[in-house]
C-alpha cells in the first residue's frame, strides 16, 4: 500500500513540475472572468494564443492576463476597445472595457506611469498604436522608439559582473530584439495593472495558460468552470 501511495505522490509530482502549475487570484484585475479567492490550473506547455490567459512573472511578481497581442503585432486601443493590426478584437462578455469611459478617470497614478513609460499622448483608454517586438525585430535607438522600447530594451542589454547594466554603443544606431513579446490586459481594463503599464512581456517569463477554476472562495459553481 506504501509502495501506492509513493508511486502516486512521484507521479503527481512530476505531473506538476513539467505540465501543470496552479495559481491563486488574489486581485480584482480579471474581473468578472476571475474572482479573488479562484484558484486556477495552469498548463505550463500550452501554445499562446491571442485573447487567452496566461500566468507570467514580472518584476518579482506573479500576473494573471488575458493575452491581447503577439511578437508583430500592431495593437490600439480607441476608447477601451483594442484594435489588433486595425482590426477590433471581440473578446469575451466578461471583459469590461468597450464604450465605457468614465471607468479611466480619476486613476492619475496609472496615469502618470503610462505618459512616463510610453506616449506623453497615450492613456489606458486610448493607447497607442505600438508595434509589439518580436525576435529579431530592429527599431531605430532614437527619437520616439527611446519612449517606447526602452524598457525593454533595457531588460535585453548585458550585465557586468556586479550586475550593472551594460549601455548600448554610441555607434548603434538600431536595436535587434533578443526576444518574441506579448502584450497582456487584465478583463477589468479600468482598473488593471498591465502592459499598458509594464510594457510587453517576454516569452521566457510566461508560465503558462489558465486552463479551468479548480477551487473557489466567492461560489462553488465556478469549479471545474473553463476559463474562456
Not at 550586475?163 to 555607434?171: A, D, H, K, R, S
Amino acid at each position: 500500500m506504501l509502495l501506492y501511495v509513493l508511486i502516486a505522490v512521484v507521479f503527481f509530482s512530476l505531473l506538476r513540475y513539467f505540465f501543470f502549475e496552479t495559481y491563486l487570484v488574489s486581485q480584482t484585475s480579471m474581473e468578472k472572468t476571475l474572482l479573488d479567492g479562484d484558484k486556477v490550473l495552469v498548463y505550463k506547455n500550452a501554445t499562446i494564443e491571442r485573447n487567452k490567459v496566461f500566468v507570467f512573472e514580472n518584476e518579482g511578481g506573479t500576473y494573471i492576463k488575458r493575452c491581447m497581442g503577439l511578437p508583430g503585432d500592431t495593437l490600439q486601443i480607441k476608447d477601451g476597445m483594442v484594435f489588433i493590426n486595425g482590426r477590433p478584437l471581440a473578446t469575451p462578455g466578461t471583459v469590461l472595457a468597450s464604450g465605457r469611459k468614465k471607468f479611466f478617470s480619476g486613476e492619475p497614478d496609472f496615469d502618470i506611469q503610462i505618459l512616463h513609460y510610453y506616449n506623453k499622448s497615450w492613456t489606458k483608454a486610448n493607447f497607442g498604436p505600438l508595434i509589439i517586438p518580436g525576435k529579431a525585430m530592429v527599431v531605430p535607438t532614437d527619437g520616439e522608439n527611446t519612449k517606447v522600447y526602452d524598457q525593454i530594451m533595457l531588460q535585453e542589454l548585458p550585465v557586468d559582473s556586479s550586475g550593472t547594466i551594460l549601455p548600448l554603443p554610441v555607434e548603434n544606431k538600431y536595436y535587434s530584439f533578443k526576444n518574441d513579446y506579448y502584450f497582456f490586459l487584465g478583463d477589468n481594463r479600468p482598473v488593471s495593472e498591465d502592459s499598458r503599464v509594464f510594457g510587453p512581456i517576454s516569452r521566457e517569463k510566461i508560465i503558462g495558460r489558465a486552463c479551468g477554476i479548480i477551487y473557489s472562495r466567492s461560489d462553488w459553481k465556478r469549479v471545474f468552470k473553463h476559463i474562456e
